[in-house]
């Protein structure tokens, strides 16, 4: 296993990915759902994607050694090309995706957040002057004069306290619907990702690399662990990152990057 392979790979696949629509779409689902939810979701499609990268590269690798330089060497120019368009593109996306307004609350965070029903008073907002407060009939002190109240019966439950079975029953539809949304949000986020990435600049560099240096575990170790690093700060906080570190100066590294393996295969065509 060629540890020079990996680190090379997850350098271009990360500086690669950072400036994808992926990105994008990663940072908007992490701030609607549950980010460990849309993880695995991602991590999940990331998975099929890099092993089919890997699979096509080691494909290629049976070819004569010219064929596979002369084909990296083409990829690696257009990847260098693509990486800057689409940073240009997740500049523009970044910029509109969850603009904020006076009070500094995303759109995503005023739909998410129920209105309150009508006549509903909440938790400790005043009351009119001198508006009386309805009491409930025979509860305590509040009952009729003269009417004398009865004791609670332990072996009776009051009417607002719920029974035991009542309390399993509620806390198993609790764990059914947590799974039913861990699902729910997972098979969404993969679905989303799946289908941004088949064919895309890293799947295709993926498979570049495979065939390059002809390691495909290292490779695809690289590279799973590069996408699944990118998701992670995506979801957690990857527009606190696009603040401090600009996506301008990220492409044009990525884009640095492949033309500099563009250059080594050029040598290596001309080499023979």
């Given at each position: 296993m060629s540890l020079t392979a990996a680190f090379i790979t997850f350098g271009i696949i990360f500086l690669a990915e950072l400036p994808d629509k992926t990105m994008v779409a990663s940072i908007v689902m992490g701030s609607r759902y549950r980010p460990l939810y849309v993880w695995a979701g991602v991590a999940a499609a990331f998975l099929v994607h890099v092993t089919l990268a890997v699979v096509a590269g080691s494909v290629l690798t049976?070819?004569?050694h010219r064929v596979v330089d002369a084909i990296a060497l083409v990829l690696f120019a257009v990847g260098a090309v693509l990486v800057y368009r689409e940073g240009r593109e997740g500049r523009e996306e970044t910029g509109e995706t969850g603009e904020t307004?006076?009070?500094g609350e995303t759109d995503?965070?005023?739909?998410s957040r129920g209105s309150v029903p009508a006549g509903t008073v909440a938790a400790g907002a005043p009351t009119a002057a001198g508006a009386p407060t309805a009491t409930p009939r025979g509860g305590g002190a509040s009952g009729i004069a003269g009417e004398p109240t009865a004791a609670p019966d332990a072996a009776h439950p009051s009417a607002g306290e719920p029974a035991p079975s009542d309390l399993g029953v509620a806390s198993e539809e609790r764990e059914s619907s947590a799974s039913r949304g861990f699902w729910r949000v997972a098979a969404t986020s993969f679905?989303?990702?799946f289908v941004a990435e088949m064919g895309d600049l890293t799947q295709i560099s993926t498979a570049n690399l495979a065939a390059r240096f002809d390691s495909p575990v290292t490779v695809w170790l690289g590279a799973l662990l590069a996408l699944w690093s990118v998701a992670a700060i995506a979801i957690a906080g990857g527009r606190g990152l696009l603040r401090i570190v600009p996506v301008k100066i990220i492409t044009r590294i990525a884009a640095a990057a492949f033309v500099i393996l563009a250059i080594l295969?050029?040598?290596?065509?001309?080499?023979?």
């Open positions: 049976l070819l004569p307004g006076e009070t995503m965070t005023r739909e679905t989303v990702i295969s050029l040598i290596d065509v001309i080499r023979g």
